[in-house]
C-alpha cells in the first residue's frame, strides 16, 4: 500500500485542511501519515479562534522519521502559516522525501482576489520559492497571481491561463494545476500544464452557484489520492473535480448544512468507485 505524509493544521472544527485530507485519502486506499503543523479551535474564517503553533515539533518529528528510515510516496502540503514553517517543510522535502517520492503543494493562501488572514505579499512570494520543490502545485486563480506577483484577473481567457501556468512552471515546478477556471459560465473546472512534455490540459463539469470553503482542500486531496492509486495527472483532476462537483450537490441537498465546509462525507462512495475509471 502507498504512503503518503500530508503537512497542514488541524482545525477542529471546519471540514478542512487535515480533517479533510486524512478520510478521503485513507478512502483512497493509500496510509495517510501527518503531520501537524498547528492545532485551531477552527479555520481562521470563523470570527475567533484558538491557535496552538506546533512549528517546533516539525524538524522533530522529520529527523524521527528519518532515524526510524521512514519514506513516503507522496508528500502534499497544504495550509502553512508562517516563513518558518516554509523553510522547515522545504528541509523536510530533502530530508523524507526518498526514491521516486512526489511532491505536492497546495498553496493554500487566497481566494476571490484576496489573501486570507495573516497571509501577506512577501509571504506569496516565500510559498512560490517552496514551489521550486514540487512535482505538482495546485492553487487556485488567486493563489497563482500572488505568487508570481501579477494582479489577480478574473476576466481571463484561454490564452491568459497558460501563460500562468507556464510562468508557474518556469519557478520550478514540473506541473501546475490551477482549479476553479471556467470559459463558460455552467462550467467550472482546473487547467493544467505539464513542464516536461509541453502540455496543456483542461477538463470541467457543471458549475453551480454556490460558494462553500473548503473544497480547495477536498480537490487537492482527491487528486493526492488517485495520483497514489496510480492515475495519471490528468486523470486525477479530472476525478477531483467530478468529486468536488459530488461533495457540492450533496451539500446543496441537506437542509441542514452548515456555512462552513461541504459534505464530502456523503460523496465518499462516489469517490471511491471514481477511481476505478483512470481514462
Ligand atoms: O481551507 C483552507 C484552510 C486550512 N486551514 C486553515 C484555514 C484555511 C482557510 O481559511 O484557515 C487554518
Known amino acids: 500500500m502507498k504512503r503518503i505524509l500530508t503537512v497542514q493544521d488541524i482545525s477542529c472544527v471546519g471540514r478542512c485542511s ?13 496510509e495517510a501519515a501527518i503531520l501537524p503543523t498547528a492545532v485551531l479551535s477552527t479555520h481562521t474564517q470563523f470570527s475567533s479562534f484558538t491557535f496552538c503553533d506546533l512549528t517546533p515539533e516539525i524538524e522533530k518529528i522529520s529527523l524521527e522519521f528519518d532515524k526510524h528510515g ?13 516563513f518558518e514553517q516554509l523553510s522547515l517543510v522545504s528541509e523536510l522535502f530533502d530530508r523524507n522525501r526518498g ?9 493554500v493562501m487566497a481566494d476571490n482576489g484576496v489573501l ?20 505538482l502545485i495546485i492553487p487556485n486563480l488567486t493563489e497563482a497571481s500572488f505568487m508570481l506577483g501579477v494582479p489577480y484577473n478574473p476576466n481571463y481567457d484561454e490564452a491568459y ?17 490551477i482549479s476553479g477556471i471556467s470559459f463558460d459560465k455552467s462550467k467550472l473546472g482546473v487547467y493544467s500544464y505539464n513542464s516536461e512534455t509541453d502540455e496543456y490540459f483542461y477538463y470541467c463539469n457543471d458549475y453551480l452557484p454556490v460558494a462553500y ?11 493526492v489520492g488517485a495520483l497514489m492509486r ?40 462516489y469517490y471511491i468507485s471514481r477511481l476505478e475509471n483512470k481514462d
Open 116 to 135: 486570507y488572514k495573516g497571509f501577506t505579499e512577501e509571504f506569496a512570494g516565500e510559498m512560490a520559492k517552496l514551489c521550486t520543490k514540487a512535482d
Open 70 to 82: 521512514l519514506t513516503f510516496d507522496a508528500i502534499y502540503t497544504g495550509y502553512l502559516g508562517s
Open 99 to 107: 526514491e521516486g517520492c512526489k511532491i505536492v503543494i497546495d498553496p
Open 161 to 177: 491561463i497558460r501563460s500562468l501556468l507556464k510562468s508557474l512552471c518556469s519557478l520550478g515546478t514540473k506541473e501546475a494545476a
Open 213 to 223: 470553503h473548503g473544497t480547495g482542500d477536498i480537490f487537492a486531496s482527491s487528486v
Open 230 to 269: 496510480g492515475h495519471s495527472t490528468a486523470s486525477a483532476l479530472k476525478c477531483a473535480v467530478d468529486f468536488t462537483l459530488e461533495c457540492i450537490k450533496a451539500t446543496m441537498a441537506d437542509e441542514d448544512r452548515r456555512v462552513y465546509g461541504v459534505n464530502f462525507e456523503q460523496a465518499l462512495a
Open 18 to 30: 487535515l480533517t479533510v485530507a486524512l478520510p478521503i485519502i485513507s478512502a483512497a486506499g493509500v
